[in-house]
C-alpha cells in the first residue's frame, strides 16, 4: 500500500506547506523555520511507517499462530496469502497455492447454484459464512466451516477476499456416528432392524418386471452356548465374521442383524430358484470358523420368502419371515423353512389358544395339576413327586404342557401360570399334610421368565407361609437353559438364597443343555435329572451307555443326587442300579396322575409300591 503513511495527519500537510514554503519565502530565517517544520514532518512520517510496519508484522504473527486457516485473494478470487493451518489443513504450501484462483480448492460437491448463491451473497452483503466441502492436495474431500469477508479497497470497490476457515471433518463425523447408531449394529456395521425395513422398502419400489427378491433370516444354533464356553469376545467375534460371510454370499444384496444371532439377507433377483438359494446360502456358512484356535461348525435354522410372491410390504415380509424361522425352530434346529400361508393359520391358532389360556388362568377351573410320584431304584420307595401341569381344554381336551407352556412364555403368560402353579402345589401340600399322605417333597418346574420376571421368592414365600408348609416340602426344578439364561443374571446367588430358605434345587433334563463340570461346581444344586433322552437307548446304546456312567460318577464325585427320568423298562432300571444311580421317576414306576388316584395309592397305605 504507498503511502505507508496516512495523508490525513496535520504534520503531513504541515510539512507538504512548508517544502511549498521555503521555495518563495524571501528570509533565511523563515527559511529556516520552515526547514523545522519540514524536519518534524518527516520525523513524524517516519515514526508513523515504522509504527505501521510493527502493526503488520504482528497481523501477520497472528495469522500465523492461528488455528483457522486463512486465504486472502484478490478481487479475481487469486490467492494473495495464506497462513501456516492453511497448509496444515489444506496440505498445501503457501508457494504451491499464490496466484491460483481460489476456486481450485472446491472439492466438486457442491453444484453451480451453490456456487452461484455464494457469490451472490457476498456482493450483496459483503460477507459469507457456512459449511462448504474442500479438497485437500492429496485428494480427500473434507468439510469446512468458511467465513468470507469483502475488503473495499480506496475507490470503495472490492479489492480483497478474507477466507477464516476450521476443518469440521471431526465433527462431522461425530455426527454420523451418532446418525449411525439408530441404522447400524454396531459390532458388525450391519444395518439393524430399523434400516432393514427402509432398504427392504426401497428394493421393494425398485422392483422391475420379472423381478423378485428371496428373503431369508438366519438363526445360528446354540449360540448362547458357544458364548457360554468360550466367553462374550469369541461371541461377539464369531458375529461379526458370520455377518461378513454373509455379506460376500450376497454380494449387491443386503444382509443386516435383527439382533441377538439372527440375521436377515435379501437379494433381487430375476431366477425363481429360492430352494437352491438357501441351499447355496447353507453351503456357504458350512465351513468351520476359526475363532481363537476354535473351528466351530455351526448349524443353521432359516426362515425365508419371497416377494412378491409372499407380500409386497416389508411389515408383512418381516412377520412372514419371522413365522417361517419360527416354524423351522419347532421342527428342531438346522431346518430351514420357506412361509406358506398355512403357517400364518397356524400362527391365528396359536393366539386364539393363548387367549383361552389367558380365561382358563383367570377361571382356573380348565387348570389342574397331576403329580408323578419318584422312587428309589432298589427298592422302589416314594421319595417325591413332580407337580405337572395340564390343561383339560373344553374341546380339544387334554392339552400337553409341551405345547402350551412355550405359547405362555412367549405372550407373557408364563408368571401368572407358574404362580397359579406354586399356590397349587403348596395347597395341595397342606392338604396332603393334614390327611395323612406320605410327608415326601414335592417338586415344581421352574419357568426362566418366573426367575426374570416374577417375584419368584416373595410368592413362594408367600404361599408357603399361607398354608404353613415348611419350604423343605416344596423343590424347585430348572432346566440348564433357565439356569444360563443371560436374562437372568447370575442366578447363583438367588438359588443360594432359595436353598437357605429351605428349598431343594434340582437341575431338570439334564444332559440336554450343555453341562460342563465346572458350571455344575458353580451352582448351589442338590441333584440332577438326568433327561430321558440317555435313558431311551439303555442299555443297547453305547454312547448313551457311557455318557449316564459317566454322569452317574461325576454326581457322585460332586455329591449331588440323580434321578433318571423316563425310566420305562426292568433293563433300564437294572442298568441304572448297576451304576449306582440312586432314584428315577418314569412309568415304570408311575404315571403322572391326578390327585385322586395318587390318593388312592397312598392315602394311609404303606410308602412303597
Ligand atoms: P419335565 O419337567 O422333564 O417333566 C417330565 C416329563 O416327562 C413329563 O411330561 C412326564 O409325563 C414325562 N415322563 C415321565 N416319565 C416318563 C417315561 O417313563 N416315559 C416318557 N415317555 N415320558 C415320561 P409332561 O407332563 O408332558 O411335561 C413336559 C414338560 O412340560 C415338563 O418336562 C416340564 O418341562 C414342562 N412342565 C410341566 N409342568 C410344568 C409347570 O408347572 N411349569 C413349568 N414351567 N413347566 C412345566
Ligand atoms: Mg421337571
Ligand atoms: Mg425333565
Redesign the pocket.
Known amino acids: 500500500m504507498w503511502p505507508p503513511f496516512s495523508l490525513n495527519r496535520p504534520t503531513t500537510w504541515m510539512g507538504l506547506a512548508a517544502l511549498a514554503a521555503m521555495l518563495w519565502l524571501p528570509l533565511a530565517s523563515l527559511r529556516l523555520a520552515a526547514l523545522a517544520v519540514i524536519v518534524v514532518a518527516l520525523v513524524d512520517g517516519w515514526r508513523q511507517i515504522k509504527r505501521e510496519h510493527r502493526r503488520r508484522l504482528l497481523s501477520e504473527e497472528a495469522l500465523k499462530l492461528s488455528g483457522d486457516g486463512v486465504v486472502i485473494s484478490d478481487r479475481r478470487n487469486r490467492i494473495v496469502s495464506v497462513n501456516p493451518a492453511f497448509t496444515q489443513i489444506t496440505g498445501y504450501t503457501r508457494e504451491e497455492v499464490l496466484g491460483l484462483d481460489a476456486s481450485t480448492l472446491s472439492s466438486g460437491r457442491h453444484d453451480k447454484a451453490f456456487y452461484e448463491r455464494y457469490w451472490q451473497t457476498l456482493q450483496a452483503t459483503g460477507r459469507w459464512e457456512g459449511e462448504i466441502w474442500n479438497q485437500r492436495k492429496h485428494g480427500d474431500q473434507y468439510p469446512e466451516w468458511l467465513r468470507v469477508q469483502a475488503c473495499p479497497d480506496r475507490k470503495g470497490r472490492v479489492g480483497h477476499y478474507v477466507g477464516l476457515f476450521t476443518d469440521i471433518s471431526r465433527h462431522k463425523a461425530r455426527e454420523q456416528d451418532l446418525r449411525r447408531v439408530g441404522f447400524e449394529d454396531p459390532l458388525t456395521g450391519l444395518p439393524n432392524r430399523r434400516r432393514l425395513h427402509d432398504l427392504l422398502t426401497s428394493r421393494l419400489n425398485r422392483l422391475r418386471a420379472g423381478e423378485g427378491l428371496d428373503l431369508a433370516l438366519v438363526d445360528i444354533d446354540g449360540f448362547k452356548s458357544i458364548n457360554d464356553a468360550l466367553g462374550v469376545d469369541c461371541g461377539d467375534r464369531l458375529l461379526a465374521r458370520f455377518g461378513q460371510r454373509l455379506a460376500a454370499f450376497v454380494a449387491g444384496g443386503v444382509v443386516g442383524r435383527l439382533g441377538g444371532d439372527e440375521f436377515m439377507v435379501i437379494r433381487t433377483t430375476t431366477f425363481d430358484d429360492h430352494e437352491a438359494w438357501i441351499a447355496g446360502l447353507r453351503d456357504h456358512l458350512s465351513e468351520p470358523f476359526e475363532i481363537s484356535d476354535n473351528s466351530l461348525r455351526l448349524g443353521l435354522t432359516i426362515g425365508s420368502c419371497r416377494a412378491p410372491d409372499d407380500g409386497n410390504d416389508s411389515g408383512v415380509l418381516f412377520q412372514r419371515l419371522e413365522s417361517a424361522l419360527y416354524s423351522a425352530k419347532r421342527h428342531g434346529r438346522n431346518h430351514d423353512r420357506r412361509f406358506r400361508p398355512s403357517l400364518e393359520v397356524e400362527g391365528d391358532r396359536q393366539l386364539a389358544l393363548v387367549n383361552e389360556l389367558r380365561r382358563a388362568l383367570a377361571q382356573g377351573d380348565q387348570l389342574e395339576l397331576h403329580y408323578q410320584t419318584q422312587h428309589r431304584l432298589n427298592d422302589g420307595t416314594l421319595v417325591g413327586m413332580e407337580a405337572l401341569l395340564r390343561w383339560r381344554h373344553p374341546e380339544q381336551g387334554m392339552i400337553s404342557p409341551g405345547d402350551f407352556i412355550p405359547l405362555a412364555e412367549r405372550h407373557g403368560l408364563m408368571s401368572a401360570l407358574g404362580n397359579w402353579v406354586i399356590e397349587r402345589a403348596v395347597a395341595q401340600l397342606a392338604s396332603w399334610r393334614a390327611n395323612g399322605m406320605p410327608r415326601v417333597p414335592v417338586w415344581v ?1 421352574i419357568s426362566a421368565l418366573q426367575l426374570i420376571q416374577g417375584d419368584l421368592e416373595s410368592r413362594l414365600a408367600a404361599s408357603l407361609a399361607r398354608h404353613r408348609v415348611p419350604a423343605q416340602q416344596l423343590g424347585l ?1 430348572l ?1 440348564e437353559s433357565v439356569l444360563l439364561d443371560e436374562r437372568a443374571g447370575d442366578v447363583s446367588p438367588r438359588l443360594e438364597a432359595l436353598r437357605r430358605q429351605g428349598h431343594e434345587i434340582a437341575i ?2 439334564f444332559g440336554t443343555g450343555y453341562s460342563s463340570l465346572a458350571y455344575l461346581k458353580r451352582l448351589p444344586v442338590d441333584k440332577l ?1 438326568l ?2 433322552a440317555f435313558i431311551r437307548a439303555l442299555p443297547d446304546d453305547v454312547a448313551d451307555a457311557a455318557i449316564v456312567s459317566a454322569v452317574l460318577a461325576m454326581a457322585r464325585g460332586l455329591n449331588l443326587d440323580v434321578v433318571a ?1 423316563g425310566v420305562e423298562t426292568i433293563a433300564q432300571r437294572d442298568f441304572l442300579l448297576e451304576y449306582g444311580c440312586p432314584y428315577t421317576q418314569g412309568f415304570l414306576f408311575a404315571r403322572p396322575e391326578p390327585v385322586e388316584a395318587i390318593e388312592a395309592r397312598y392315602l394311609n397305605a404303606s410308602q412303597t409300591v
Do not use: H, I
Request: avoid cysteine; charge should be negative.
Open positions: 418346574n426344578e432346566t431338570d433334563d435329572k433327561d430321558r427320568e
